[in-house]
């Protein structure tokens, strides 16, 4: 007889009924790690899965098979087109460091250009003359 203290007060989570359900035969599972010489033997039945063979054909003559492309080559040419546009547009984006050597070039040119206009503003712009200090009046 159980106890009526250790008994449980309780319903068994949900988790507890899947298991119960799960199907388990250990000596399957013995099987399966049964050690060969070719290894553990797998779980999956060996029964026949796959399609009956055609029939033999006896005269020798074959199916005409139609020329065509092969089934999804269309997917590697949609892959190879996606990869080119991907690298046409790479190659078209400037490199970040050609850019700033640009700017680098352009703010230098600019800076030049500004101080030739400075100099020749200098040498534009008339000299005060200042009267001798001794002819004051």
Same mark, same amino acid.
């Given at each position: ?14 988790w507890?009924? &899947?298991?119960?359900? #799960? ?5 399957? &599972? ?6 060969t ?40 040419d ?5 990869? &080119? ?9 400037? &490199?970040?460091?050609? #850019? ?17 206009? #400075? ?9 005060? #003359? ?8």
């Amino acid at each position: 007889m159980i106890d009526e203290a250790k008994r449980p007060t309780e319903p068994p989570p949900d988790w507890a009924y &899947d298991w119960g359900r #799960v199907p388990y035969n250990p000596m399957e &599972d013995a099987r399966a790690f049964n050690m060969t010489t070719s290894g553990p033997s797998p779980m999956t039945p060996r029964g026949e899965t796959a399609a009956p063979a055609p029939p033999a054909n006896t005269s020798g003559w074959q199916a005409e098979h139609g020329l065509g492309p092969q089934p999804g080559i269309n997917l590697i040419d949609r892959m190879c087109i996606n990869a &080119d546009q991907r690298e046409r547009a790479q190659a078209q984006r400037p &490199d970040l460091m050609q #850019v700033m050597m640009m700017m680098t070039q352009q703010q230098n040119q600019i800076i030049a250009a500004l101080a030739a206009l #400075v100099a020749r503003m200098e040498d534009q712009t008339p000299k005060k #003359v200042s009267a001798p200090k001794d002819k004051q009046p």
